[in-house]
Structures are given as C-alpha cells and as structure tokens.
C-alpha cells in the first residue's frame, strides 16, 4: 500500500507543476510561484482556468485521492 501513496504523491506532484506551467506560460508569475509552493492555490487556479488546465486538474485530484487511500490503508494494517 506504501507504492499507492507513493504513486499518489507523485501524481500530485506532476499535476501542481504542470498548473504552475500553465501559469507561467499565461504570464501570471505571482500565480505559479504561488502554486508550486501551496498546492491549494494550485487547485484553485486549475479551477479557475479549467478549460486550460483540465488534465492537470485530474491528475491533481487522482493522486490525492491514491495518496489518501494509500495512507489509510498503511495506517489500517498497522
């Protein structure tokens, strides 16, 4: 179960720099340093602009969701 957290995290991850990307490409600085350093200013930008950032926007939410699944249940087997 650790490897699902694991692959979670790392969609995550992918998924706030891929949003940052965006920012920075639609020249909106303070928005993607914003977001690589909080991931709820990521979420919400990504919300924002939707039709830009949709498939980072899932990625965004798969890898929490994997994350947070993975997480319980290490702490359940332990």
Known sequence: ?????IIGGVC???????????AFQNDD????VLSLICGIVAL?????HSQEAK?????LGVGFVL???GR????SSS
Not at 44 to 48: A, K, P, S
Not at 72 to 75: I, R, T
């Open 44 to 48: 919400v930008y990504g919300i924002q």
């Open 29 to 32: 600085i303070l928005m993607g």
């Open 12 to 22: 995550s991850l992918v998924g706030v720099v891929w949003i940052a990307v965006i």
């Open 67 to 69: 994350s947070v699944v």
């Open 72 to 75: 319980v249940a290490l702490l």
């Open 55 to 59: 498939t980072p926007l899932i990625l």
């Open 1 to 5: 179960m650790i490897a699902l957290a």
